[in-house]
């Protein structure tokens, strides 16, 4: 008995995995068009069921249609009425693989077929190295003789339980228990065409009754919601909405199913004379449940369009700290909330540019590392999206904007409305000072990934005084320095940089160095240098001291 366990396990791995390899090979050959093809045939209802249908059927997979189309939706290349077009027709068309279970899994000889395709795609794969077009349709071959050779070897070892169990005691249980069974299997292995295998060979095998085996299948079909359900998780509306869409109609195709199933089973068996072929029979019951579902739900696509738009809506997130929590028509209270929000933002460009030079920014905001140290202890260079961050630091840079302009149209002070101008001129000369080293960033690249010890010596002087003066802001900004102790520093700052400048005009003369490097890392210097500059201006725009928070915007940074 354990035996035939473990060997049924083994083939539902097998069918799996065929099913898998030839799913990722037919992707494989088709690439970037079968997606444009997808793209271009959702233009209106009609086409994306056809559409939904028809890749389901090519790809053998509606869990990979329906994560396509969650992804088609999300980046606003498919509307959200075809995008449930398409899910519609993707359960019509995952139907498909329970007819090739049906009509050649328990009609055919499988070892007589199934064998010698995989050996041929075996030996055209290894012959045919040069064409990609070949290699793919080995790959496809060899997926789909291993998807049957997994099915004959599940079927034969479920045909030698079945004659060890007692079937006798499976008759009275309820067939919404068989719905629950279907649904659950599906749910785990996250396949409903290796679900309907699994029900079609316990039907073949006479486990199961064919009324029993049909409201496996109708389960089957709601756990195949659950691929789609984990995808959205976390995701913008429009996923959200489109894996509701597939929750939805698998739901109530599935109770009219299940409604209906002794008059589809009569219809099946005694209308169509298929009592002779159950395996077949549950392959036609699966369609036709699916179509009925399709034909009530479809004319109805636009009005569960509008329903689920109405329930998940995107809310924008708020890119601010402060000023969003506050009304600026109370002018003191919103003068309060701007100057940590721009002292926040004067924080946030500091990071940024220690990211850009590859130290991360805890190394020097919590560790207070001195320059060398920093410079020591971040040797190797780091991933860091410099246009997300940057984005980032320009929306609060507008969403400030827009709060001084509404805050400005109150009646303010002269000394309230001298404040905000001291605000703006920190906000503009922190945004510039990391807009500058944004320029820079694919130049420090380069410097960072150089094996020229000259350029290496030189860029590693640089970054030393882009450390040495961002320490300067932030012992000001906690309070720990003075305006004269901060002054002296950024003086030395300016002759460091100015030696710097000397070293790299004189490095051409003395070294392998290219003259375009060398405008490389004196441009490098001067934004340097110029990023000092701002921040000391905006520093001192501030006039007032505000503790660091240096694990703000991790997710950031």
Not at 45 to 58: D, H, I, M, R, Y
Not at 68 to 91: D, E, K, Q, R, Y
């Amino acid at each position: 008995m354990s035996t035939m366990i473990i060997e049924a396990l083994s083939g539902l791995g097998m069918f799996l995995f065929g099913m898998y390899y030839m799913e990722l090979s037919i992707k494989e050959a088709a690439g970037g068009r079968f997606k444009s093809w997808v793209r271009r045939s959702t233009s209106s209802v009609p086409k994306s069921l056809l559409a939904g249908t028809f890749a389901t059927a090519v790809l053998q997979s509606s869990s990979v249609v329906t994560l396509m189309t969650l992804s088609f939706v999300s980046a606003s290349m498919m509307t959200l009425n075809s995008g449930i077009g398409v899910i519609f027709g993707a359960n019509v068309g995952t139907t498909v693989t329970a007819w090739i279970v049906a009509t050649l899994g328990f009609k055919v000889q499988i070892d007589a077929f199934a064998l010698p395709v995989i050996g041929a795609g075996g030996l055209l794969l290894m012959f045919a190295a040069e064409s990609r077009k070949l290699q793919g349709t080995a790959k496809v071959a060899i997926g789909f003789g291993l998807l049957f050779l997994g099915l004959d070897i599940m079927k034969d070892a479920i045909e030698g339980v079945a004659t060890q169990i007692d079937l006798s005691h499976f008759s009275t249980y309820p067939p919404i228990v068989f719905v629950l069974i279907g649904f659950v299997l599906t749910a785990l292995i996250q396949s409903s065409s290796a679900a309907t295998a699994i029900t079609l060979s316990a039907l073949y095998a006479q486990i199961l009754s064919f009324d029993h085996a049909a409201a496996m299948i109708i389960g089957a079909n709601i756990g195949t919601t659950v691929t789609a359900l984990l995808g959205a998780i976390g995701g913008i509306p429009d996923k959200k909405r489109v894996a509701m869409a597939h929750l939805i109609f698998n739901l109530i195709t599935a109770l009219v199913a299940f409604a209906l199933l002794d008059l589809l089973t009569h219809f099946v068996f005694v209308t169509l004379s298929m009592q002779n072929d159950p395996t077949t029979a549950l392959a036609l019951f699966h369609t036709l449940f699916n179509i009925l579902g399709v034909i009530l739900l479809a004319p109805f696509i636009s009005y569960l369009a509008r329903f689920l738009n109405r329930r998940f809506v995107y809310k924008a997130p708020v890119a601010t700290r402060y000023i969003h929590l506050v009304d600026p028509r109370t002018a003191d209270t919103a003068i309060v909330a701007l100057r940590n929000e721009v002292n926040s933002l004067f924080v946030k460009t500091m990071k940024f540019a220690l990211l850009i030079a590859h130290i991360k920014p805890n190394d020097l905001l919590v560790k207070k590392m001195e320059a060398r140290a920093l410079i020591e202890t971040n040797a190797s260079t780091l991933e860091f999206n410099d246009q997300k961050a940057y984005s980032a630091i320009k929306e609060i840079e507008i969403a400030i904007a827009g709060f001084v302009a509404r805050l400005g149209a109150q009646t303010i002070t002269p000394q309230q409305s001298q404040q905000l101008d001291f605000l703006l001129t920190s906000v503009r000369e922190s945004v510039y000072a990391a807009k500058i080293l944004k320029d820079s960033k694919s130049n420090i690249d380069d410097f960072a990934q150089s094996d020229n010890p000259v350029i290496v010596e030189l860029f590693q002087a640089i970054r030393r005084n882009l450390a040495y003066g961002l320490q300067i802001y932030v012992n000001y900004l906690n309070g720990d320095w003075d305006t004269k102790r901060c002054q002296e520093r950024f003086t030395k700052a300016l002759d460091e940089n100015r030696r710097i400048m000397h070293d790299i005009t004189i490095a051409i003369s003395r070294s392998n160095i290219t003259e375009k490097m060398v405008v490389s890392l004196l441009n490098t210097n001067q934004s340097v240098l110029t990023a000092h500059e701002s921040w000391m201006e905006a520093s001192s725009a501030l006039q007032s001291h505000f503790a660091i928070d240096p694990v703000e915007d991790e997710a950031y940074i």
